[in-house]
């Protein structure tokens, strides 16, 4: 398999789960929104059930507060959906960035082989994945050399303290 097709198959699997968390994300909300609905569904039909009481009916201003509390519980429930579709929107939009951005890095290190190809300066395939994981494996380096620098340093005054006792 080549860098291209690896990298190609990569970023197709970025995209098709990124399509899958935002599927999965509106039909949690597509549900939920559902379930209010058929609770509205379900108030309206014991409403219609419910006798006329004998005593007088509400006066305007408890119905007032009480319609005013449903339009709060119902005001949080939509602001609530807001926000998790702007963040699902957030993270599918930081997917696109980061596959936008490898494959622009692709691109470049093609650009880059054509041209070493085409200079006159004939790499094998070989020597080129050899670079590729000397490049690969250059961060793993200096991570593990930054988590040696506080044992060196250590040792370093081991040492010194030794040859101050001798």
């Known amino acids: 398999h080549t860098i291209a097709a690896q ?3 990569l970023l197709e699997q970025a995209r098709l789960d990124t399509e899958s968390k935002v599927k999965t994300e509106l039909k949690g909300i597509y549900e939920a929104m559902a379930s209010m609905d ?3 569904d379900q108030l309206l039909a ?3 059930g419910i006798e006329p009481p004998a005593e007088a009916p509400l006066d305007a201003e408890h119905v007032g507060q009480l319609l005013s509390k449903i339009e709060q519980q119902w005001g949080q429930e939509i602001r609530t959906l807001k926000e998790e579709l702007h963040q699902t929107i957030l993270a599918h939009n930081h997917n696109a960035d980061l596959i936008k951005q490898h494959k622009d890095t692709i691109d470049a290190l093609r650009e880059r082989c ?3 190809q085409g200079g006159g300066s004939a790499r094998t395939a070989a020597d080129i994945q ?3 994981s000397r490049l690969d494996a250059l961060p793993k380096q200096q991570q593990t050399q930054r988590k040696m620098e506080p044992l060196f340093e250590r040792l ?3 040492e ?3 040859a101050a006792a001798a």
């Open 7 to 9: 990298v190609a198959r």
């Open 38 to 40: 058929g609770r509205l």
């Open 46 to 48: 014991n409403l219609d």
């Open 114 to 116: 054509a041209r070493m």
């Open 130 to 132: 050899a670079q590729l």
């Open 156 to 158: 370093a005054a081991l």
């Open 160 to 162: 010194r303290k030794v």
